[in-house]
């Protein structure tokens, strides 16, 4: 009976989609966490009347045929690039990108990972690194004596340094855009890595043509709607309800037969 084996591919369908809407949920306060969503494709058919062969020796032809469905399989978990809502922190190296672009970040390999998390700091020399001390490109180093720090929307970073009264430039922040960000691996701590599927990263100027600025001062929020998700959840919830309503109908068909004299 095939519509056992079809149900249990809609309930392991569903099960997937319910732990993508839960990962964004338990997401929703992630700094710059882009937001997931499943796309399913209809699994092969099988033919037991083929569309479009004859039907007599006329040369007549079966119009439609009879094509039986063996379920759904999860095409892909799709990452939505939304811009999220930025939120005004006043610590001074919190920075946000409005528009498109990543931070570029130097990883202890050597590799470069992109992310849109902007919650940096300095380290023990200066530098200005992620949370996990890991080098913003291209490793711009603040000066031990500085008493303010300036980060413009283009990325310019000057310092005030105690004693003289102009501003002394230290480093250009430069972010990276892809052909298609949603093709980037997320490896966990808001890292992505350029993959063939993203395309090559172009880098250059916040604000310049192609590419966003940053807002010193700020961090960019989940893209999560926690109402959208919600009602994601409800609708995958009934649909594994009624995937599994087809399997117990399924076997109670079985237990018919088994029962006939």
Do not use: C
């Amino acid at each position: 009976m095939r519509s056992l084996d079809i149900a249990a591919t809609g309930m392991l369908a569903q099960q997937r989609n319910v732990e993508v809407v839960s990962n964004n949920l338990a997401n929703m306060n992630t700094t710059a966490f882009m937001r997931r969503r499943t796309e399913f494709h209809d699994l092969i058919y099988q033919d037991l009347r083929r569309v479009g062969t004859t039907s007599s020796d006329a040369g007549t032809i079966v119009p439609s045929g009879v094509q039986v469905g063996l379920g759904v399989k999860l095409a892909a978990v799709y990452r939505i690039h939304e811009q999220g809502n930025l939120t005004a922190t006043d610590n001074t190296f919190d920075l946000a990108v409005q528009g498109k672009g990543f931070f570029q970040i130097t990883q202890p390999t050597g590799e470069t990972a992109y992310t849109r998390d902007g919650t940096f700091q300095l380290n023990a020399s200066g530098q200005v690194v992620t949370h996990d001390g890991y080098t913003v490109q291209p490793g711009i180093t603040v000066p031990s004596n500085a008493i303010d720090v300036t980060i413009y929307n283009s990325g310019q970073v000057q310092v005030k340094v105690e004693g003289t009264a102009a501003l002394a430039t230290v480093g250009q922040i430069q972010i990276s855009t892809f052909p298609n960000e949603a093709g980037l691996e997320s490896i966990g701590n808001n890292l992505y890595l350029e993959t063939p599927a993203s395309g090559s990263a172009s880098s250059g100027n916040p604000a310049a043509v192609g590419f966003g600025s940053i807002l010193q001062g700020f961090l960019e929020t989940s893209n999560v709607n926690a109402v959208e998700e919600v009602s994601n959840l409800i609708s995958a919830q009934r649909a594994y309800e009624m995937n599994s309503k087809v399997i117990q109908t399924s076997d109670e068909m079985l237990g018919t037969l088994t029962q006939l004299r």
